[in-house]
């Protein structure tokens, strides 16, 4: 990475923000989200069967960026992940200089040191490929790259489903733009339209590229068309909805209140001009507005989950230095100082993050008081978390290299995983409790095993002969044998 032009100061605080992650990550043991485990064991995967790759539930996109890495393990993994948020945080960088902002060095810290950035940026999840693959197609479109655009705007769809409304968005903003070809057809330029049609065509091409070649890529190992999930706006109903606003209190304690105060201030402070250029920047609300009605309706499975904004950082922290830079002139440097000591000290508290992250939600789980600590813990196991372990060091102990077993967590998989124990049935299979044979063990758990897609309930193991063998965290966590 090049620091040409960002300055010394901007690399400190992206230094600071950086290894404020990069901790978080070496120290921490648990994981913030389940499926990161599911994720990192399907990229690992990868090499053994490489149907894997076009995994849909997975993300090809995902996969594809993170699978190599995952060879070699979860941390290298998490490492390569956190590169690609570094990546995210230069090339924001380098867009708040396109834009004359000034004040940069503190770009990396209303970025870095939002809530959500210190647990998400390292996960083998999607959101940092998904931050980094958005951030990287604003910066080549601002400089009309827009080949390299198209590719990053058609690769979106691939890291996470709804992206493809990013891809729509980019179409729309190329044919509308100065002798674009829909600009020149509504202004009734028919000879002028016909002569730009060819370019339009040329960076839609582009721009399906990427998706194209993944329903290819997966029909062809999986006999599945990805493109078809777009058409069930319902897949399942587990998931639920929820108030239209509820990812306006996402944003407020995912990017911090500190930084949600500069973004206020910066959205509406007064804006000179509004260049056809910057109105590309306009995918960052609208994914906003999508999230908040898709989860409002219903719809997709969303689960109304705050990570799912988490990739909107970058134009967070671009909007929350607008508003700094609007109230430092009005500041005494110790104003400007107490302004970055919040948005820092904050960002080390994470309340997000330690006020959510438990098992109390886990049913059968007794309640547990919760303290703010002045700077975020390491995560260890929870409860629940350790009873998986010690259900997982259990397995090891008791099963036979000819036992069959069953889990539908992936903590178990994960501990498990390169092992010769027994025979996994694979927690993804669509198994029942009926149809297993005799002697089956099953590693239960209170979050997933009970769920529709599973059913597993207590009462199905019951009626269909199984027993239970040993129980951990308050029985949230079973070991059954069919009998």
């Not at 230094?15 to 120290?27: F, H, N, V």
């Not at 898709?294 to 950082?313: D, E, K, R, V």
């Not at 372990?389 to 539908?408: G, I, M, R, Y």
């Not at 124990?421 to 209170?446: C, V």
């Amino acid at each position: 990475m090049s620091n040409k032009g960002l300055g010394k100061y901007f690399w400190i605080g992206w230094t600071a923000a950086i290894l404020w992650s990069l901790y978080r990550l070496l120290t921490n043991e648990a994981w913030v989200l389940d499926d990161e485990i599911a994720h990192y064991l399907i990229s690992a995967d990868v090499w053994e069967n490489p149907s894997e790759l076009w995994h849909p539930w997975s993300r090809p996109g995902r996969n594809l960026l993170q699978f190599i890495p995952a060879h070699f393990g979860l941390t290298p993994a998490r490492l390569w992940t956190l590169l690609l948020a570094g990546l995210a945080l230069w090339l924001t960088g380098r867009e708040g200089k396109r834009l004359g902002l000034k004040n940069l060095w503190a770009l990396p810290l209303l970025v870095g040191f939002q809530w959500w950035f210190p647990e998400l940026s390292y996960p083998v999840l999607t959101q940092t490929p998904f931050m980094m693959v958005w951030v990287a197609g604003m910066f080549f479109a601002m400089r009309k790259k827009l080949v390299l655009a198209a590719l990053c705007f058609g690769y979106l769809g691939l890291v996470r489903h709804e992206g493809l409304a990013l891809t729509g968005l980019f179409g729309l903003w190329v044919i509308f733009a100065g002798g674009g070809f829909a600009r020149l057809l509504a202004k009734g330029k028919w000879k002028d339209a016909a002569s730009a049609f060819p370019h339009a065509v040329w960076i839609g091409a582009w721009t399906i590229l990427p998706m194209v070649i993944m329903n290819i890529a997966s029909g062809l190992t999986r006999n599945e068309w990805p493109v078809l999930m777009f058409f069930e706006s319902k897949p399942t109903e587990m998931y639920g909805s929820g108030p239209l606003w509820l990812y306006c209190q996402h944003l407020a304690t995912g990017a911090g209140f500190p930084v949600l105060i500069l973004l206020i201030i910066g959205a509406l402070k007064k804006w000179k001009t509004l260049s056809w250029d910057l109105l590309l920047y306009a995918t960052y609300p609208a994914y906003f507005i999508l999230h908040s009605v898709i989860y409002w309706q219903g719809l997709f499975a969303s689960g109304g989950y705050y990570h799912f904004i988490m990739p909107m950082a970058p134009f967070i922290g671009l909007l929350a230095l607008r508003g700094f830079n609007t109230i430092r002139p009005k500041l005494a440097n110790w104003g400007v100082a107490l302004v970055i000591i919040a948005v820092v000290w904050t960002g080390l508290i994470m309340p997000q993050q330690q006020y959510t992250v438990g098992d109390s939600h886990i049913d059968g789980m007794p309640p547990k008081a919760k303290s703010l600590k002045p700077i975020a813990p390491p995560l260890t196991q929870s409860r629940f978390g350790q009873g998986l372990k010690d259900a997982a060091a259990w397995l090891e102990e008791t099963a036979s290299p000819d036992q069959q077993w069953l889990t539908h967590h992936a903590s178990i998989a994960f501990w498990n995983h390169k092992k010769t124990i027994g025979k996994e049935l694979g927690a993804w299979d669509h198994h029942t409790p009926a149809s297993l044979p005799p002697g089956t063990l099953l590693i239960w758990d209170a979050q997933y095993s009970v769920q529709e897609s599973f059913r597993f309930s207590l009462e199905s193991l019951e009626e269909t002969g199984w027993q239970e063998e040993k129980r951990w965290a308050h029985g949230t966590v079973r070991a059954f044998r069919k009998k």
